[in-house]
C-alpha cells in the first residue's frame, strides 16, 4: 500500500513548500516562485537531472520518478509508436521536453510527448519554441499517487490538444475543447477504437514482458482497425 505524506515548511525559494513522499515517486511543491527562480534551477539542475519540473504562476513542481512510474512510463510510449506505424502515420517524439512559456508563465516536463499532426513542422528543428511552435499534439501523464490537476491546467494553457493519463489502472484520454479538457474513449490521433479500454487493458500487472506485449498489443489495434474498416465499408454499402 502506497504511503503518502504532506508537508508544509519554509521553502528556499518562495513562501512555502509543501513535500509528498511515496512510494511511487516524490514531489515537491515550492509556492511564490518566481520565473527568473524556476529557469535559474532548471539552468543548474540541467539536462541530465532525473527529476521533472512544472511550473504555474508561481507554484515549482519538482518530482522524482521510481520504478513502476518509469516502467509505465515506457510502455505507453511504445504503445504509441505501434499506433503511429499501425494509422500509417509519422511522428517525432519529445520525451520529457520541456514545454513552457514565459508570456503565460506556465511550463510542464511531461512523462512523455509527440508530435503527429505536426511532425513536419519541427522534424527540423533542433530546439522547440512554443512561443514559436505548436505544443506536442500528444501529451503523456503517468500520476500514480497523487492528483494531477494542476498539470492538466498547464497543459490546458499551453494548448496541447490531446492528453493522456494514466493513473496506475486506467488510462484517461483528455481532449482539448473550448479551453478545457473532455475525457473521451476515443482519441482524435488515432480515432475510431476504444483505445483507454485497450491500452488499460495491456497495462496491467501481468503483462510485463516488453516484446511479447507489443506484439499482441499490434495484433490487438489491427484487429480493431479492420473492424473499423468493415463497419465503414457496410455503412457505404
Not at 488515432?190 to 483507454?196: A, K
Amino acid at each position: 500500500m502506497t504511503k503518502t505524506t504532506v508537508q508544509e515548511a519554509p521553502a528556499p525559494y518562495g513562501k512555502a513548500v509543501t513535500e509528498f513522499c511515496t512510494l511511487d515517486d516524490q514531489r515537491v511543491v515550492l509556492h511564490g516562485v518566481s520565473w527568473s527562480t524556476y529557469k535559474a534551477l532548471l539552468n543548474d539542475l540541467g539536462d541530465s537531472r532525473a527529476c521533472r519540473l512544472a511550473f504555474d504562476s508561481g507554484d515549482l513542481e519538482i518530482m522524482s520518478p521510481h520504478f513502476k512510474h518509469g516502467r509505465s512510463e515506457f510502455t505507453l510510449g511504445q504503445m504509441v509508436v505501434v499506433l503511429v506505424e499501425e494509422f500509417g502515420l509519422d511522428c517525432v517524439p519529445g520525451a520529457s521536453l520541456t514545454c513552457e512559456r514565459e508570456d503565460i508563465e506556465k511550463a510542464i516536463e511531461p512523462d512523455g510527448c509527440f508530435y503527429i499532426q505536426h511532425a513536419n513542422d519541427v522534424a527540423d528543428c533542433e530546439k522547440i519554441d512554443l512561443a514559436i511552435h505548436p505544443p506536442p499534439d500528444l501529451m503523456i501523464e503517468v500520476d500514480i499517487s497523487t492528483n494531477s490537476s494542476r498539470k492538466l491546467a498547464i497543459c490546458a494553457a499551453l494548448g496541447v490538444p490531446e492528453h493522456w493519463l494514466y493513473n496506475g489502472s486506467a488510462l484517461e484520454i483528455r481532449l482539448l475543447k473550448s479551453g478545457r479538457y473532455i475525457v473521451s474513449e476515443e482519441s482524435a490521433v488515432f480515432p475510431g477504437i476504444p483505445l483507454s479500454k485497450i491500452i488499460a487493458e495491456f497495462l496491467k500487472p501481468r503483462r510485463r514482458l516488453l516484446l511479447a506485449n507489443s506484439h499482441d498489443f499490434r495484433l490487438r489495434i489491427r484487429e480493431e482497425m479492420r473492424a473499423l474498416s468493415a463497419g465503414k465499408k457496410k455503412r457505404r454499402i
